[in-house]
């Protein structure tokens, strides 16, 4: 059974710091291209940060550019988000996902971890 568990979310201040994890497991996730997005209530779903198979492209949507910093261990078929400097709009509920040819088009989904960033 295919699953993508993410962890790590909650409520932080504006300028603190929250690390995602996100775990595969029933397929083969090093052959993947992964990527977290997030969802803001009444907003459109946003692809935040990407990574390719091996790690060595990633890609930053430009409101997180310098903020946010997405890495993988193939090893542990684990991906994570570290978000440094948190604004309010970063709030959202963030999603990990995992494309075979590319990340924008998701052949697996997570479940979603809540991000709440307070003023």
């Known amino acids: 059974q295919v699953q993508l568990v993410e962890s790590g979310g909650g409520l932080v201040q504006a300028g603190g710091s929250l690390r995602l994890s996100c775990a595969a497991s029933?397929?083969?996730?090093?052959?993947?291209?992964m990527g977290w997005f997030r969802q803001a209530p009444g907003k459109e779903r946003e692809l935040v940060a990407g990574?390719?198979?091996?790690?060595?492209?990633?890609y930053y949507a430009d409101s997180v550019k310098g903020r946010f910093t997405i890495s993988r261990d193939n090893a542990k078929n684990t991906v994570y988000l570290q978000m440094n400097g948190l604004k309010p709009e970063d709030t959202a509920v963030y999603h990990c996902?995992?494309?075979?040819?590319?990340?924008?088009?998701?052949?697996?989904w997570g479940q979603g971890t809540q991000v709440t960033v307070s003023s």
């Open positions: 990574i390719s198979w091996g790690g060595a492209v990633t």
């Open positions: 029933g397929f083969t996730s090093r052959n993947y291209h």
């Open positions: 996902a995992a494309g075979r040819l590319d990340v924008q088009t998701p052949n697996y």
